[in-house]
T-cell receptor, first 113, second 113 residues
Framework: KQEVTQIPAALSVPEGENLVLNCSFT??????LQWFRQDPGKGLTSLLL?????REQTSGRLNASLDKSSGRSTLYIAASQPGDSATYLC????????????FGPGTRLSVLP | EAQVTQNPRYLITVTGKKLTVTCSQN?????MSWYRQDPGLGLRQIYY???????DKGDVPEGYKVSRKEKRNFPLILESPSPNQTSLYFC????????????FGPGTRLTVT
């Protein structure tokens, strides 16, 4: 059964730093991987979607990479801002399981002014 | 405005009293799904629907029912709620199932006493 983990569970950095969030999955047979942001008490916002045939995706200060063979993805945030403070979750769709998402537990990020 | 709406946002009920949480999207999305989010367990998919009259189980379907009679609506039904269904529930939708960007509703916080 596919399992998704995220390291670290929480991270606190000063404003302006570049940072990396990690996501690992146990089975490399996936359709795609998505990164989401969740603000306290709110729903999730999709940040980046990487298809299984892709290696990376970029949106503004965000860059996500995917290494299927090693079961890893990273989310790189450049020049962090206090507004980036949120919980970041990754999710995969395993092949052979319809359209069933499997989420990681998330990384809670705090960017200090 | 493109959005996914859920009602109610907050609900306190008693064991065994049937309830329905509504979900509606105005983006003509074919794919809709329900999740529950619990501390320490993360987001887990309950049910999903690829299109009208097509539904499938996620990871934790026990105790829940869904229906998809119209494209825009995907209600979640708890026929006989129990305290272990106390949770934060999210509805989501997308154009292309898991291959597309997921749009999440604001969440429904359910407490079953």
């Amino acid at each position: 059964k596919q399992e998704v983990t995220q390291i670290p569970a929480a991270l606190s950095v000063p404003e302006g730093e570049n940072l990396v969030l990690n996501c690992s999955f146990t089975d490399s047979a996936i359709y795609n991987l998505q990164w989401f942001r969740q603000d306290p008490g709110k729903g999730l916002t999709s940040l980046l979607l990487i298809q299984s045939s892709q290696r990376e995706q970029t949106s503004g200060r965000l860059n996500a990479s995917l290494d299927k063979s090693s079961g890893r993805s990273t989310l790189y945030i450049a020049a962090s801002q206090p507004g980036d403070s949120a919980t970041y979750l990754c999710a995969v769709i395993p092949k052979g399981h319809g359209q069933n998402f499997v989420f990681g537990p998330g990384t809670r990020l705090s960017v200090l002014p | 405005e493109a959005q996914v709406t859920q009602n109610p946002r907050y609900l306190i009920t008693v064991t065994g009293k049937k309830l329905t949480v509504t979900c509606s999207q105005n983006m003509n999305h074919e794919y809709m799904s329900w999740y529950r989010q619990d501390p320490g367990l993360g987001l887990r998919q309950i049910y999903y629907s690829m299109n009208v009259e097509v539904t499938d189980k996620g990871d934790v379907p026990e105790g829940y029912k869904v229906s998809r009679k119209e494209k825009r609506n995907f209600p979640l039904i708890l026929e006989s709620p129990s305290p272990n269904q106390t949770s934060l529930y999210f509805c989501a939708s997308s154009f292309y199932g898991g291959a597309g960007e997921q749009y999440f509703g604001p969440g429904t916080r359910l407490t079953v006493t």
